[in-house]
């Protein structure tokens, strides 16, 4: 259920072009300041933490594994590739985190 939830609030997020993917594009928008949430796949690599936790942790934007595979969070997203992932803003936040 958990799962479903979390999938379909992402996906509200795409449809709507409010969500960030990718390690290096995330942490541009952290950067920036437009991210206030960062969504990691279950199975992301150790490499994509050192890239994304360290600039979330200095801006202090919260950043939360998600129940979702590589796999699973691409397709969710429309992409054929795995997404390892993702930033939300601030003004939607509270429909991802109503669905953790």
Do not use: F
Request: proline share 3%; glycine share 8%; with cysteine.
């Amino acid at each position: 259920m958990k799962k479903e939830k979390i999938r379909g609030a992402l996906s509200l997020c795409r449809r709507a072009g409010r969500i960030t993917l990718g390690s290096y594009l995330v942490a541009e928008e952290i950067k920036l300041g437009r991210a206030a949430l960062v969504l990691l796949a279950e199975d992301a690599a150790a490499n994509t933490e050192k890239k994304v936790l360290p600039v979330a942790a200095r801006a202090g934007v919260r950043a939360e594994r998600i129940p979702l595979t590589k796999k699973e969070l691409g397709e969710v997203l429309g992409r054929e590739a795995g997404v390892t992932c993702v930033s939300v803003p601030q003004d939607i936040v509270n429909l991802v985190l109503t669905s953790m």
